[in-house]
């Protein structure tokens, strides 16, 4: 609903009005945005272990204290890298081999299911594959 | 409106003396930080809730003047003894109050030595006649909708302090168990400053709950319609929206069903709410 008084001639127009958060958008620096652009999770880590992406958190608050934050954030940044290696080789040792381990043993687990699946409802099985399965 | 600026004695060393009409606009922002920034992820979570180092605090209130109109006021050499100007309050205009918006005149005096600010603040009323009122359908803001509920009102607009009458229709979708059913009135700013970062939220305020009544029996088929009487507070702020926030007023009907794993449903509907009396 909109409450919209009625025109009157010889008035000054009604001043602009600002966005909301959500008219806004997602409310983050520019280094991150480009960090978070990037679709490949090892590229995501990389941009989000440069300096510029850790100094650019300090963003937004007001002048002083900005740069005391960047100061500590400095002062933080080797425990930051490290943190983020860290969690790259857990991601690259663990959670990735360990999604496609889960994967080969769903697909010999529900092997019987899918082949009565084939022969029960063939267009649907085919449907299934073209929408699903990466060549 | 008129508005007469007399001062005491002249005022001497003045280089320009503006007299502005408008209003103080109140409003929420958020002054630390970005809000979707990587180091503030988690802080929204339940494990951090009240932790040192989170979010709270991170946004308040503030307020920002909006000139409407700029008049400058005729100074002789260099001296000023006063002067006047007439305003006319624009059809847009927000209502007054401490939610909103406060209307003044405000005399800006730069001089060779101490500058003179100095405001005279009025009130302005919304009357009923003042709007062009277009309905909006109902919103859904709680439960599953296996019972619909509309909140029927006379009319659109009201005064503050007026008592609002109209019923509830509950219409069940399916057979669900018995419920309980209350409405109440509530306010909402939502904060959209020009230049700074909005708040999530804008602050508002809710009345208390009316019950209506308990044991409704919600049957497939068969609606039913429950009046209501909800008393809107005489200092009510009006609708209205300004540059940097705006204020919108509902009703919410709330309604719990006697099964607990049914859950609420919850509808609110806006309606707006004029300070003229």
Not at chain 1, 68 to 96: D, K, N, S, T
Not at chain 2, 76 to 84: A, I, L
Not at chain 2, 190 to 219: F, M, N
Request: glycine fraction near 8%.
């Amino acid at each position: 609903m909109t409450a919209v008084p009625p025109p009157a001639p010889g008035e000054p127009p009604p001043p602009q009005r600002g966005l909301t958060r959500e008219e806004h958008g997602r409310d983050v620096s520019a280094a991150q945005a480009e960090a978070e652009a990037e679709t490949s999770t090892g590229m995501k880590m990389l941009k989000s272990m440069s300096l510029r992406f850790v100094l650019s958190q300090a963003e937004g608050y007001p002048v002083v204290i900005k740069q005391f934050l960047q100061f500590c954030l400095i002062l933080i940044y080797p425990a930051w890298v490290f943190g983020i290696l860290a969690m790259a080789a857990i991601y690259y040792a663990i959670l990735l081999p360990g999604y496609y381990v889960l994967l080969a043993v769903g697909w010999v687990v529900f092997w019987p299911l899918r082949m009565q699946q084939k022969k029960k409802n063939p267009e649907e099985y085919e449907e299934y594959r073209k929408k699903y399965w990466r060549r | 409106m008129q508005a007469i600026v007399a001062t005491d004695k002249p005022i001497d060393k003045v280089s320009v003396a503006t007299l502005e009409w408008g209003y103080t606009n109140f409003y929420r922002y958020r002054w630390a930080g970005r809000a979707d920034a990587a180091a503030a992820a988690g802080n929204d979570s339940w494990l951090m809730m009240d932790q040192v180092g989170t979010d709270a605090g991170s946004e308040k209130d503030t307020e920002d003047w909006v000139a409407v109109t700029k008049v400058e006021l005729p100074i002789g050499t260099s001296e000023f003894t006063g002067g006047s100007s007439s305003f006319t309050v624009p059809s847009w205009a927000p209502g007054s109050s401490d939610a909103l918006a406060r209307w003044s005149a405000r005399v800006t005096i730069e001089r060779g030595g101490r500058d003179i600010d100095a405001r005279a603040d009025f009130t302005v009323v919304i009357g009923t006649d003042d709007l062009q009122v277009t309905d909006a359908p109902p919103l859904r803001t709680g439960g599953d909708g296996d019972t619909e509920l509309d909140i029927v009102v006379p009319s659109l607009v009201f005064r503050a302090g007026e008592t609002v009458s109209g019923s509830v229709v509950l219409t069940p979708r399916k057979d669900m168990s018995d419920a309980e059913l209350g409405i109440y009135w509530c306010w909402n700013r939502s904060s959209h400053p020009l230049v700074r970062t909005p708040a999530a939220g804008g602050g508002g305020k809710s009345g208390q709950t009316i019950k209506l009544g308990k044991g409704i029996p919600l049957r497939d088929g068969t609606p039913i319609t429950v009046p209501f009487a909800v008393p809107l507070p005489g200092d009510a702020p009006p609708t209205g929206e300004a540059v940097h926030s705006s204020l919108t007023w509902f009703l919410e009907a709330s309604m719990m069903y006697s099964k607990w794993t049914q859950g609420i449903e919850k509808v609110r509907r806006q309606i707006v709410v004029v300070n003229a009396p």
